[in-house]
């Protein structure tokens, strides 16, 4: 695991060879490891945490971490299972600031401050009144809350997400922002449904910053992103195509077809039930992903995935019904269609975590599962 404490545009630096560890007597046998999968979290997302039980909690990203430590250790050592663990904590005043302007442009400047002034103030009066800093703020609505460090999380976050995209396109690969809370259900104006800031819409703003003339951003999340849907809807450059339940929060996305100002946003509504083979998969292959890439009418330079776990059969949030194994098929099926349709070669992909909240279960139906199988399939379809 590394501790990103860089600044300047290099926040993550790809390790290009690496001398693989030695755990319980293994070595791993690729000696010469060119590309890793990037996994940037980070470890003290555990500052924006409620007061008493809720769904949205750090727990979602230590049994990530648990799972991916363990394949790790089972693979021979750091790097040998094909992914590299790189914890935000200390990334650079730099990185925030960009992240911070990323947010702006899908926001507004007074929206992002009004978040990090009332954090701010909450944690000052803590402070002059000799209590420890960490306190609870308040609720927002009855779903979402903050405490008096939430906003750090919340950039550590956004910065997350901008270094996924900045390792995928400079490696031309993929990438994975493993962080909290989630974003998409964030409007312009309205924090709701867990989420404060989108991140995705604020990643695929970066991701046009950085060079990028179109980006594609797919949601896998069983709820319906209505504020990235609402975001991109007024942005060219950008599509957005949302796979999720109806009826169920937000309550919007329920008509299938296309909308937005620029016809940029495609709802795929499915019902409760729904199963991989049960008309899932048909919805992802012959829906979704030809709206998101088709060669001569639209080629992203990105894509960007919104990935929520809580369309598994176990989450109790949603009632899809899909598997693990599913979501490494996702990305199995993304994969093939990218490179079918640009002739081959497969543009940047990067993944962020969005919703999922049933942690793990018994016989490996939970979110931990799910992430690991999404995991191996990267690593199957992009690392070299």
């Avoid at 942690?359 to 199988?373: C, P």
């Amino acid at each position: 695991v590394r501790v990103c404490a860089l600044s300047g545009p290099a926040a993550y630096r790809p390790i290009s060879t690496r001398r693989p560890s030695v755990g319980s007597g293994r070595r791993c046998s690729r000696l010469h490891i060119q590309t890793l999968l990037p996994i940037l979290y980070d470890s003290s997302n555990d500052l924006h945490r409620s007061i008493k039980y809720h769904p949205e909690q750090p727990n979602r990203i230590s049994v990530c971490l648990d799972a991916l430590r363990s394949r790790e250790e089972e693979a021979g050592g750091a790097g040998c299972a094909g992914f590299d663990l790189v914890d935000m904590v200390s990334v650079g005043r730099e990185e925030l600031s960009a992240a911070r302007a990323a947010l702006t442009k899908v926001h507004s400047d007074e929206y992002v401050a009004r978040f990090e002034e009332k954090c701010g103030r909450s944690r000052e009066a803590r402070i002059a009144e000799g209590r420890p800093p960490l306190g609870f703020v308040g609720n927002i609505d009855e779903d979402t809350y903050l405490t008096t460090e939430s906003f750090g999380v919340f950039m550590r976050a956004a910065t997350s997400w901008n270094g996924a995209v900045d390792a995928a396109m400079a490696d031309g690969g993929a990438a994975l922002a493993l962080v909290r809370p989630p974003g998409h259900h964030a409007t312009r104006t309205l924090a709701n449904g867990f989420c404060v800031f989108n991140f995705a819409a604020a990643s695929a703003v970066h991701a046009l910053a950085a060079g990028g003339k179109r980006v594609s951003i797919l949601d896998w999340d069983v709820h319906y992103g209505q504020g990235t849907a609402r975001i991109v809807g007024e942005m060219e450059g950008v599509r957005y195509a949302s796979l999720h339940q109806v009826p169920a929060f937000p309550y919007e996305g329920e008509d299938p077809g296309v909308s937005g100002s620029h016809q940029n946003v495609l709802s795929v509504p499915v019902q409760a039930g729904t199963t991989w083979d049960s008309g899932y998969s048909d919805a992802y292959e012959n829906v979704a992903l030809p709206f998101l890439s088709s060669a001569g009418e639209w080629v992203p330079d990105v894509v960007i995935v919104s990935a929520g776990y809580d369309g598994l059969e176990a989450d109790d949030l949603a009632s899809v019904s899909l598997a693990p194994a599913d979501y490494g098929m996702m990305v199995k099926k993304l994969h093939e269609h990218l490179e079918r349709e640009h002739g081959g070669s497969v543009p940047p992909v990067v993944l962020g975590l969005e919703g999922g909240y049933q942690l793990r279960t018994d016989d490996g139906r939970g979110l931990d599962a799910a992430v690991m199988e999404t995991v191996a399939s990267l690593v199957d379809c992009f690392v070299g």
